[in-house]
C-alpha cells in the first residue's frame, strides 16, 4: 500500500470523458488509489473522492464536464461528511486553476503528466491545506503513466501507451498543446509490459498514442513501429489493436508487419478529416487527397478484407460546397466500415479558431446529415458481407438491456451479439473467444449463434 494514511478507506468515483488514452489513464489512476486504501463506488453520492477525467477536443466536453462538476455543490454529502472533487486529464492540463472560476467545486486539479501526485494532492486537500485549490499541471520530469499501479476495468484487454504528445500540430487540434511533444516509451519497456500482461491473462493489446507511426523517431532517430508490432506479436498475445494512425506515416513497412504478424487484427482507424486537399492543407495534415487514397490502395493490396474506420470532420472554416463533396466521393472511394463524423468545434489557443467563416449552421448542418446517411449505408454494406459467416469473437460482457444475450467484437471490431446459449453463465464466456455464425447483419452490429466451445 502506498503511505497515505488520510486517504485509507475512502471512496471514489471516476467519469471519463474522451480519448481511449484518458480510459487508460482513468485505469492508472483507480489502481493509484486502490494503493493508497481506496475503495471504487458505483455511484458519486456515495463516494468521498470524484475524479473527472476529461478531453478538450470538443466544446461539448468542456461542457459536459462543467454541468456534471458543478452539481457536485448540490449533491448529498457522502458518509465521511466531505467531498473532494478532482479534475484531470486534458482540460485540467489546458486550464490548471482557471477552473476554479468555471467550478467552483473543484478542489484538485492534475494534469496529464502529473497523475503520481494525485495522492498528495487530495491528502492536502482533505486536510484543508490549500486557501483555494491543489493544483499540478508541471511537466518536467514527469514519468509515463504506465509506471504507475494499474486496476484494468477488463482483465482480458489492456491498453498499452507506447507514446504520448505529437509534434504535427493540425491547427484545429489542442493535442499537442495540453499533451505535449512526442515522448516514446523504449522498446524494451513496451514489450516487457506487454509480456507482463500476457502472463496475466490480457488476451487483447491495444497500443496507444496520439500517432504510433511516429513511435521511437525521439529515441532512436527513426520510427520502430513496424517492428515494435512484430515483438508484441511475438509476446503471445492473441490480439493486436493499435490507434491512433496518422497517413502521412503509415509506411511500408507498417503494412507488411501488420500483414504478417497474426495477431494484428484486420481492422485499422485511419482518420483522414477531409476529402478536400485545399482543407487537408488548412488543416496541416500533410497529406493530399491523392496521398491518402494510396495509401489506403496499398493497405487493401496487402491485407484483403481489411476492415477501415476513420474520423471526418464537418464545417472546418472556409469549407466549400465543393470540399464536402470531395469529402463524401472520398469516403465512398475509401469504402469505410464506420466513421467518426463531428462538426467542428472551435478549440481557443489552437491556429483554425482564428480562422473566419460565414458559413450558416443550417448548411454544415444539412452536409453533416448528409455525410451521416452515406456512413451508415456503408456499414450496412459493410456488414452484409459477413451475413451467414462464422465470425472468431471475445466476449465482453452482456447487454444493457438484455443480460441473456452476450456483447463482444469480431477480429474486424464489429460489435456482435448472441444469445447465451442453454447450458453457460455469461461468467463462463466473457474474456473468452467464440465462434458465431451470423444470422443477421445490421447497420452498426452483427446477430448471430455461438457455434463453438469458449476457448
Known amino acids: 500500500m502506498i503511505e497515505n494514511s488520510e486517504l485509507v478507506g475512502k471512496t471514489y468515483h471516476i467519469k471519463t470523458f474522451g480519448c481511449q488514452m484518458n480510459l487508460h489513464d482513468t485505469e492508472r489512476v483507480s489502481g493509484l488509489l486502490e494503493a493508497c486504501g481506496c475503495n471504487e463506488v458505483s455511484d458519486t453520492d456515495d463516494a468521498d473522492i470524484v475524479i473527472f477525467m476529461t478531453c478538450s477536443v470538443r466544446e461539448n ?209 485511419l482518420a483522414v478529416q477531409s476529402g478536400s486537399t485545399r482543407v487537408l492543407k488548412k488543416m496541416n495534415r500533410s497529406y493530399t487527397r491523392e496521398e491518402y487514397l494510396d495509401v489506403v490502395s496499398r493497405l487493401r493490396a496487402a491485407i484483403p478484407g481489411l476492415a477501415l474506420s476513420t474520423d471526418i470532420i464537418v464545417g472546418f472554416p472556409g469549407e466549400t460546397e465543393e470540399d464536402f463533396e470531395e469529402t463524401l466521393s472520398l469516403v465512398k472511394e475509401a469504402g469505410y466500415s464506420s466513421a467518426y463524423t463531428f462538426i467542428y468545434s472551435k478549440r481557443p489557443g489552437t491556429p483554425a479558431a482564428k480562422y473566419e467563416d460565414n458559413t450558416p449552421h443550417e448548411v454544415i448542418q444539412e452536409r453533416f446529415d448528409r455525410l451521416a446517411e452515406l456512413v451508415a449505408q456503408q456499414a450496412h454494406e459493410a456488414n452484409q458481407v459477413d451475413l451467414n459467416t462464422t465470425q472468431a469473437v471475445l466476449v465482453e460482457g452482456t447487454s444493457k438491456r438484455d443480460d441473456t444475450v452476450m456483447v463482444g467484437h469480431s477480429e474486424k471490431n464489429q460489435t456482435v451479439h448472441f444469445n447465451l446459449p442453454e447450458g453457460y453463465t455469461s461468467k463462463d464466456l466473457i474474456g473468452k473467444i467464440v465462434d458465431v455464425h451470423i444470422d443477421e447483419a445490421r447497420t452498426w452490429y452483427l446477430r448471430g449463434t455461438m457455434e463453438s466451445d469458449p476457448r
Not at 467552483?104 to 486537500?125: H, I, K, Q, R, W
Not at 506515416?249 to 494484428?264: G, N, R, S, W
Request: charged share 25%; aromatic share 6%; hydrophobic share 35%.
Open 61 to 269: 466536453a468542456d461542457q459536459r464536464l462543467y454541468g456534471q462538476a458543478s452539481a457536485m455543490v448540490s449533491a448529498p454529502t457522502p458518509p465521511s461528511g466531505k467531498r473532494i472533487v478532482a479534475i484531470g486529464g486534458c482540460i485540467a492540463q489546458r486550464d490548471g486553476e482557471k477552473l476554479r472560476e468555471k467550478v467552483p467545486a473543484v478542489d484538485v486539479v492534475f494534469g496529464t503528466s502529473a497523475l503520481a501526485s494525485l495522492p498528495a494532492l487530495l491528502t492536502s486537500a482533505f486536510r484543508g491545506e490549500n486557501d483555494r485549490v491543489a493544483v499540478d499541471i508541471s511537466e518536467e520530469g514527469k514519468g509515463f503513466s504506465t509506471d504507475l499501479p494499474s486496476n484494468r476495468a477488463q482483465q482480458y484487454h489492456a491498453w498499452v501507451p507506447i507514446m504520448t504528445g505529437c509534434n504535427n500540430f493540425c491547427t484545429y487540434c489542442i493535442v499537442p498543446y495540453v499533451r505535449g511533444r512526442e515522448r516514446s516509451r523504449t522498446f524494451e519497456a513496451v514489450i516487457g509490459e506487454c509480456e507482463r500482461l500476457v502472463a496475466d491473462g490480457v488476451r487483447e493489446i491495444t497500443l496507444l498514442g496520439q500517432n504510433v507511426n511516429s513511435y521511437g523517431r525521439d529515441l532512436y532517430g527513426k520510427p520502430r513501429f513496424a517492428e515494435l508490432l512484430r515483438a508484441v506479436g511475438q509476446t503471445g498475445v492473441e490480439r493486436i489493436r493499435f490507434t491512433s494512425s496518422n497517413p502521412k506515416d503509415l509506411t511500408d513497412e507498417t503494412i507488411a508487419a501488420m500483414k504478417e504478424t497474426p495477431a494484428v487484427m484486420p481492422h485499422l482507424h
